[in-house]
């Protein structure tokens, strides 16, 4: 089973109301990564952190997320006002190294806007 | 334990060669299974899935085997370009309608050599 714990399974949001979703990334892993799941099974990469500093993200996420992976807790990503377009399976991924050759994903967090 | 295993971390393969990826999976309740290519953009792009109900799907160089009374499935990419290099990670679980939820293995990391 994954070792990349994420929390909740399952959310559901009214438009306009912030989406926080948590990831525990497996033990020693510095490099973690969010990604958003569409229903055709396409990955959009959110962001990724190298222990607790942001390396990478979209515009979208540095719009409309509020993210960090502060030492000795879970990371999180929330959704600060969430949309309808929003509803989608996150999961998060922790590996090694940045470049993530190697990749433990967690079983996601399924966000549902109504 | 991994419920979805690639074995060979990596793969080096002669531009105009047979790349064939493998991966194995622990629950023979699975009958979704899939290959996702890995961009540089960080994003796994989904290349070609198959249901259990087949033992092979092709679309274009690339072909999908699944052994399920060996609980194994691979990936051919036929006369393999350079292009093909990236890593790519084999996906499996429960088919569900709407979005789907995997155990994914760790990663091949591919390089064709012109």
């Known amino acids: 089973n994954s070792k990349v714990i994420q929390t909740p399974r399952y959310l559901v949001k009214g438009q306009g109301q912030k989406a926080k979703m948590r990831c525990i990334p497996e033990k020693g892993h510095p490099v973690v990564f969010w990604y958003q799941q569409n229903k055709n099974n396409e990955f959009k990469f959110l962001i990724n952190f190298q222990n607790q500093e942001v390396l990478q993200q979209i515009d979208m996420t540095e719009k409309r997320f509020s993210a960090e992976c502060p030492s000795n807790s879970p990371c999180s990503l929330e959704i600060q006002s969430s949309e309808a377009g929003d509803s989608a399976l996150y999961l998060c991924?922790?590996?090694?190294?940045?470049?993530?050759?190697?990749?433990?994903f967690g079983e996601g967090s399924r966000l549902i806007v109504v | 334990g991994q419920q979805v295993k690639q074995s060979s971390p990596s793969l080096t393969v002669q531009e105009g060669g047979i790349s064939i990826l493998n991966c194995d999976y622990e629950?023979?309740?699975?009958?979704?299974f899939a290959w996702y290519k890995k961009y540089p953009d960080n994003s796994p792009t989904l290349l070609i899935s198959v249901r259990s109900n087949v033992d092979k799907r092709e679309d274009g160089r690339l072909t999908v085997f699944l052994n399920k009374s060996g609980k194994h499935f691979s990936l051919h990419i036929t006369a393999s370009q350079p292009e093909d290099t990236a890593v790519y990670l084999c996906?499996?679980?429960?088919?569900?309608?709407?979005?789907?939820?995997?155990?994914f293995g760790k990663g091949t990391s591919l390089t064709v050599i012109p």
């Open positions: 629950n023979d309740m699975f009958d979704y």
């Open positions: 991924a922790s590996s090694r190294d940045i470049s993530g050759n190697t990749l433990y």
């Open positions: 996906a499996a679980g429960p088919f569900n309608t709407g979005y789907q939820n995997f155990y």
